[in-house]
């Protein structure tokens, strides 16, 4: 078995594809108290340590932990990226936490790495950013190779893109992931119950069977439907949703309804047989994005995000609501991690049968 810790972990998407694909999450480490409790409720077996990772002293809590970890995997957030006329990546202090990732993979050497984050981490001033990564990561002895993958072209129902960095000490590596059959929002949602606003318990029975293969996937543990709750809206948001069509949005409302956002695609419902847009932390806000529900009036619910972000419907988003949409929003698509933890696992099992070969 591959052993993998988390770093930055969230309610941990990354974790559970690589479990899914076999590997042993040894620990995790996130700052949010909820979200951390959230991690662990939903990943037996592994240690949580739920703390800034500034205030960790790296080599006393890692150190049993060297020569038994396989691959760091995570996603520090890097914001420095944006500015112009770029300063290098350890220079800028708003890119600290990177810092701290670069020194756990330094300290404990695993043969790979991954790091997640937006896509501008790779094409922001010309490249510079990703040049100066790459660079960190070379002194340090790994090979990389990077891409802006879209969780769509691997069977994921969003069209979310993200920047992911694969690193292997010592060795060339290659983060191809092959090709998957594409699936739509309806694909996702459509098995579950039509709540109407304010309509809906926390753990609550099916109501209709699966009837698509994704469905049967994500609902192959649950015996239960957990977090499907509709958010109560305003008399006036209902109003506006009911003047709005199947496929459309503010385009179809009157000029006294228009409101300012600074959202793209607000007051506009999902487009059933299509990709839904990138699930955001306000997906239950009508004026936040694409999030209306493709026939009912209202925006969708905790599951209903969880569907189209791939997590099993046994993985159960706990704390408050603004939390639990946290949790699911900022998630990498568990589906999209164990394609990627595929891959790696792959690279494992060939990489050591080339050293056999050559003894």
């Not at 770093?7 to 996130?30: D, K, M, P, T, Y």
């Not at 300063?87 to 810092?99: S, T």
């Not at 790091?115 to 010309?126: A, D, G, I, Q, R």
């Not at 510079?128 to 072209?153: C, M, P, R, T, V």
Request: glycine share 6%.
């Amino acid at each position: 078995m591959f052993n993998v810790i988390d770093l930055f972990s969230g309610v941990g998407g990354l974790s559970l594809g690589f479990r899914q694909a076999g590997f042993n999450v040894l620990l995790a480490n996130e700052i949010d108290k909820d979200i951390s409790k959230a991690y662990v409720a939903n990943h037996p077996g592994g240690k949580m340590i739920n703390e800034d990772i500034t205030k960790l002293d790296i080599p006393s809590l890692f150190n049993p932990y060297k020569g038994n970890v396989d691959i760091i995997i995570g996603g520090p957030p890097c914001q420095g990226f944006s500015q112009k006329g770029a300063r290098k990546i350890l220079e800028d202090e708003r890119n600290f936490l990177f810092k701290y990732y670069l020194k756990v993979v330094e300290y404990l050497k695993p043969k790979y790495f991954l790091m997640e984050n937006v896509p501008n981490l790779l094409t922001s001033n010309k490249g510079s950013f990703k040049e100066d990564i790459y660079k960190e990561f070379q002194k340090i002895g790994y090979e990389l190779d990077s891409d802006i993958i879209n969780a769509f072209d691997y069977g994921i129902p969003q069209n979310r893109k993200r920047a992911f960095i694969l690193g292997k000490l010592e060795d060339e590596v290659n983060l191809s992931l092959g090709c998957f059959e594409k699936v739509t929002a309806w694909d996702a949602i459509s098995d579950l119950a039509y709540l109407n606003s304010g309509e809906g318990i926390e753990e609550q029975d099916y109501v209709f069977s699966a009837n698509t293969s994704y469905q049967k996937y994500l609902r192959r543990d649950s015996i239960k439907l957990y977090n499907h709750v509709a958010t109560k809206h305003s008399e006036l948001a209902i109003k506006r949703l009911k003047l709005i069509p199947p496929e459309q949005g503010k385009e179809a409302l009157p000029k006294e309804h228009l409101t300012k956002s600074i959202y793209s695609g607000t007051w506009s419902r999902i487009i059933k047989n299509e990709p839904s847009v990138t699930i955001t932390t306000r997906f239950d806000t009508p004026s936040s994005g694409r999030f209306s529900h493709p026939y009912l009036h209202r925006a969708i619910t905790v599951r209903e995000a969880a569907r189209l972000q791939s997590f099993p419907d046994n993985f159960i988003f706990l704390g408050p609501k603004t939390s639990q949409m946290k949790q699911v929003g900022n998630a990498v698509p568990p589906l999209l991690a164990n394609r990627i933890a595929e891959a790696i696992k792959l690279d494992i099992v060939s990489s050591r049968k080339q050293i056999l070969i050559k003894n």
